[in-house]
């Protein structure tokens, strides 16, 4: 194990090696949507007076379309289209 | 007193801002006096940008491979054409144990070149906002602002 050591821990390198995301990539929505929010909210807001506010609104607005787009589509897809179409 | 803010901000024309938002994100509302602004797009772009070549590694900014998605993480900088072209120089090794002693960036797939090659491009996409937002945005004058609370004394013109 001692042996194998220098193996496991040269094994990753950042930057050069892509991390697997294959499990849980959809999971990143969340932290781009929170990044896109804040720098957007940075460059539009008339004042910066309840930023971060402002940014965890948009956050929240921007996830609750898409997981709305996503029941609908879902409902259309596999529900509604097999049926009546 | 809101006449008096837009007297003092009046909007002009910057023609070096905008270059200095592409040289790094954030530099141009620096240049401009809007240091919180700035911070806050610095941070956000950066940590898109970088979280996504953490994520698929260098290798998810290939011009050759991806010219279209290329340009959009262009606006991010001349960080990008500097990787690309240390990936061109690099990828594919020469020598096939280069791959084990030697810096080269492995090549992602599938949503593991997908996600971050999104992240970086979105980066330059929200960049190159910051860009067009500095060409008439007027430059911030602490001291003809009034004492208020807290993060109110930086303020733009509407």
Same mark, same amino acid.
């Given at each position: 194990?001692?042996?194998?050591?220098?193996?496991?821990?040269?094994?990753?390198?950042?930057?050069?090696?892509?991390?697997?995301?294959?499990?849980?990539?959809?999971?990143? =929505?969340?932290?781009?949507?929170?990044?896109?929010?804040?720098?957007?909210?940075?460059?539009? =807001?008339?004042?910066?007076?309840?930023?971060?506010?402002?940014?965890?609104?948009?956050?929240?607005?921007?996830? =609750?379309?898409? @997981?709305?787009?996503?029941?609908?589509?879902? @409902?259309?897809?596999?529900?509604?289209?097999?049926?009546?179409? | 007193?809101?006449?008096?803010?837009?007297?003092?901000?009046?909007?002009?024309? *910057?023609?070096?801002?905008?270059?200095?938002?592409?040289?790094?994100?954030?530099?141009?509302?620096?240049?401009?006096?809007? !240091?919180? !602004?700035?911070?806050?797009?610095? /941070?956000?772009?950066?940590?898109?940008?970088?979280?996504?070549?953490?994520?698929?590694?260098?290798?998810? +900014?290939?011009?050759?491979?991806?010219?279209?998605?290329?340009?959009?993480?262009?606006?991010?900088?001349?960080?990008?054409? +500097?990787? *690309?072209?240390?990936?061109?120089?690099?990828?594919?090794?020469?020598?096939?144990?280069?791959?084990? *002693?030697?810096?080269?960036?492995?090549?992602?797939?599938?949503?593991?070149?997908? +996600?971050? /090659?999104?992240?970086? /491009?979105?980066?330059?996409?929200? *960049?190159?906002?910051?860009?067009?937002?500095?060409?008439?945005?007027? !430059?911030?004058?602490?001291?003809?602002?009034?004492?208020?609370?807290?993060?109110?004394?930086?303020?733009?013109? /509407?």
């Amino acid at each position: 194990m001692n042996m194998l050591l220098p193996a496991l821990t040269l094994a990753y390198r950042p930057f050069l090696d892509p991390i697997d995301i294959s499990g849980w990539w959809w999971w990143l =929505v969340i932290p781009m949507v929170f990044l896109i929010s804040m720098v957007y909210k940075a460059i539009r =807001v008339p004042t910066m007076r309840r930023y971060w506010r402002q940014v965890v609104k948009m956050t929240v607005q921007v996830m =609750v379309v898409m @997981v709305l787009m996503c029941i609908g589509l879902y @409902v259309i897809v596999l529900w509604a289209a097999p049926r009546y179409f | 007193m809101l006449a008096r803010d837009a007297e003092e901000d009046e909007p002009r024309f *910057n023609l070096f801002a905008p270059i200095l938002a592409w040289v790094a994100p954030g530099l141009g509302h620096w240049f401009l006096g809007h !240091r919180r !602004r700035s911070r806050l797009i610095a /941070t956000g772009i950066a940590v898109l940008y970088f979280g996504g070549l953490l994520l698929g590694g260098l290798g998810v +900014i290939d011009r050759q491979q991806k010219p279209l998605w290329y340009y959009g993480q262009l606006l991010v900088g001349p960080v990008t054409p +500097i990787i *690309n072209a240390w990936h061109a120089a690099h990828y594919p090794p020469k020598d096939p144990t280069f791959s084990v *002693n030697h810096a080269y960036a492995r090549p992602s797939f599938s949503h593991g070149n997908e +996600i971050p /090659t999104l992240f970086t /491009t979105v980066a330059g996409m929200l *960049n190159l906002l910051a860009i067009l937002d500095v060409i008439f945005l007027p !430059r911030t004058r602490r001291e003809a602002l009034p004492a208020g609370p807290p993060g109110s004394v930086e303020r733009r013109a /509407t």
